[in-house]
Each structure stands twice: as C-alpha cells, then as structure tokens.
Nanobody, 117 residues
Framework: QVQLVESGGGLVQAGGSLLLSCAAS????????MGWYRQVPGNQRELVAD???????NYADSVKGRFTISRDNAKNMVYLQMNTLKPEDTGVYYC???????????WGQGTQVTVSS
C-alpha cells in the first residue's frame, strides 16, 4: 500500500500563487508515475499534471505555462507550483500515484484550492 498526503491548499486571489505538496510513504518502490488531479462538484476528476520517475511531464492545456509539476524521488515528494491562478482553477486537488502504464491506484485525501476573483 501507498499513502499520499497533500498539503498547501487554501484561499488565494486571482493572479496569486500556491504550492501544493504531496508526501508519499509505504510500498513506493513500484511507483513510477505521480500526478495531480482536480475535481469540482458535479464534474469528473480531471488530470492537471503528471510526472514520471524520469521527470517526463504532462499538463492539461488549461494550466500550461502557469503550473509546474516536480518531484523529489529522494524525499518521496511531488509538488505542484501554481502561478497566475484563475477562479476556474478552484477545486479539490488530489495527489495520485501509480505504476508505469497503469491507471493510478493510489490517491490522497485532497486539498481544497479556492481562487477568488
């Protein structure tokens, strides 16, 4: 089992920045991919960004140029730096982890991000 704990959410004005962090623990040896998803009420959870163990990254079009995902394999951490935030970035952000080529198996509890206009 893998445990994921997010931190860093909060309330910020449009144009501001937030840094989300996710700490992974447990049986992490098989984990290759880590990512951040966002969910708003009434909508499906959507991918924001993900990163492989080799630091290959992928971003949703809506966040390209504003968000940066990174990871520290030595510390078992993944980060999401969010800049130039917009009200539509509001949602619950979930950290996810999984093996290469497979759907994400492990999820954090989520952290709320609210961007006011």
């Amino acid at each position: 089992q893998v445990q994921l704990v997010e931190s860093g959410g909060g309330l910020v004005q449009a144009g501001g920045s937030l840094l989300l962090s996710c700490a992974a623990s447990g049986s992490i040896g098989s984990i290759n991919n880590m990512g951040w998803y966002r969910q708003v009420p009434g909508n499906q959870r959507e991918l924001v960004a993900d990163i492989t163990r080799g630091d290959s990254t992928n971003y949703a079009d809506s966040v390209k140029g504003r968000f940066t995902i990174s990871r520290d394999n030595a510390k078992n951490m993944v980060y999401l730096q969010m800049n130039t935030l917009k009200p539509e970035d509001t949602g619950v952000y979930y950290c996810a982890a999984g093996e290469a080529g497979k759907p994400y198996d492990y999820w954090g509890q989520g952290t709320q991000v609210t961007v006011s206009s």
